[in-house]
């Protein structure tokens, strides 16, 4: 990726050098971590280390650790083992990963900052009806980090589960299960410098596992069947690691200058400013689509994206944003999102293309104004 500004970090981190080396000895592991002969054990002995190192970052214990191939896995395997005869209930804001994992959710509105509605929450749950409930604690496309104190506080007064989907904020905000004490935590690899392939299911203590949502040989204590990917498992260990030394007031210092370069261009903030993930900005700019200044900007070198990445290339509007209340500005918005290298270059470098982009746009030219919008 020579010669390009990468601010796309929420889609996927650039791989810390640490998590490659590890990924790399992993590699030149050849056993099967289920084997009982010396080679299985050598691979288990690494892969117990690296679940060792990941549950005690995230404060949670080893064995409540299910290895997963990623956010999405983590996101619905929570949801199958705590959901099983729930109602399910969830923020207007979650990521496809839950929303696509829930049938018939109930939807929990957020007011104009991105910020979920705990009175609505909390009337919703006074019912009784036995629930799991799904809340982010911080949003991918806006950064705003969500209430879970108050709304474990909550669950717990109700009788409801909570899941907690922390993969964008594990590595940008301090996470940890012991003190948030949700029922479940979803974490993934890639998205804090790791490799990407790999994420886990941290489970409380005291969370009722149903069942399985895929069997197999009864790996992962019977959660999760499959053969484990050892090496992945010792970068997403190195990463995590790693990102618990981060210098977050540096990131937010960057991100703060490229947002003020982007206001005085005419953007607006999309998303509660005081609340939110250190590397994050949402900028919509008035009357311009979302893809066009993604386009723009590409060719300009620096890399954004209009939402979530998962889904690029999906002609539709970001349903954060419109959750928000945010009408036309939904479809106007792009996110930044600075990596843990970032370095004050890159925002210099964005914070003239983003002017030069700005003016473009504003100028009119029509082929530029009405391009498709991403989620
Ligand atoms: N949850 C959130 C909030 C995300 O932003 C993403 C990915 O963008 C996921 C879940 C899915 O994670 P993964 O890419 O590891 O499957």
Redesign the pocket.
């Known amino acids: 990726m020579t010669g390009v500004c990468y601010l796309d970090a929420?889609?996927?981190q650039p791989l810390r050098p640490a998590a490659r080396d590890a990924v790399l000895a992993g590699f030149s592991v050849t056993g099967n971590p289920s084997s009982v002969h010396a080679a299985g054990r050598a691979a288990r002995r690494v892969m117990e280390d690296a679940r060792e190192v990941i549950a005690s970052v995230f404060g949670g214990r080893a064995q409540d650790l299910i290895f997963t191939?990623?956010?999405?896995?983590?996101?619905a395997l929570a949801i199958h083992a705590l959901g099983r005869g729930r109602r399910a209930v969830v923020s207007a804001i979650?990521?496809d990963?839950?929303r696509s994992a829930v049938e018939g959710a109930v939807t929990v509105p957020v007011d104009r900052g991105g910020i979920v509605d705990l009175d609505a929450l909390g009337a919703l749950l006074a019912d009784g009806v036995p629930s799991l409930v799904c809340l982010?604690l911080?949003?991918?496309e806006t950064g705003v980090v969500q209430p879970v104190e108050q709304a474990v506080a909550l669950c717990r007064r109700y009788g409801a589960l909570l899941h907690v989907?922390a993969?964008?904020a594990a590595g940008r905000m301090a996470v940890r299960l012991d003190r948030l004490n949700p029922h479940s935590l979803?974490i993934?690899?890639?998205?804090l410098g790791g490799p990407?392939g790999i994420?886990a299911l941290l489970l409380a203590p005291d969370a009722p596992f149903a069942a399985a949502l895929i069997g197999g040989g009864g790996q992962e204590r019977g959660r999760r069947g499959g053969t484990p990917t050892v090496a992945l498992a010792a970068g997403f260990a190195a990463a995590a690691r790693e990102a618990a030394t981060d210098d977050l007031a540096a990131l937010a210092a960057m991100r703060d200058a490229a947002e003020r370069a982007a206001v005085a261009c005419g953007a607006i903030v999309c998303g509660d400013p005081a609340r939110r993930l250190p590397n994050t900005t949402c900028l919509a700019l008035p009357g311009a689509a979302a893809g066009v200044q993604v386009i723009a900007l590409d060719l300009e070198k620096i890399a954004v994206s209009a939402g979530?990445?998962?889904s690029s290339g999906k002609v539709q509007t970001s349903h954060v944003l419109q959750a928000m209340g945010l009408g036309a500005l939904a479809g106007q918005a792009i996110r930044v999102s600075l990596p843990w290298n970032a370095a004050a270059a890159d925002i210099d470098v964005f914070a003239a293309a983003y002017a030069r982009v700005a003016v473009r746009l504003a100028a009119g030219n029509p082929t530029e104004k009405h391009g498709p919008t991403f989620r």
């Open positions: 929420n889609a996927t191939s990623g956010g999405t896995e983590a996101d979650e990521h990963a839950v982010m911080a949003n991918n989907d993969v964008q979803a993934s690899s890639h998205k990407a994420g979530a990445a998962c």
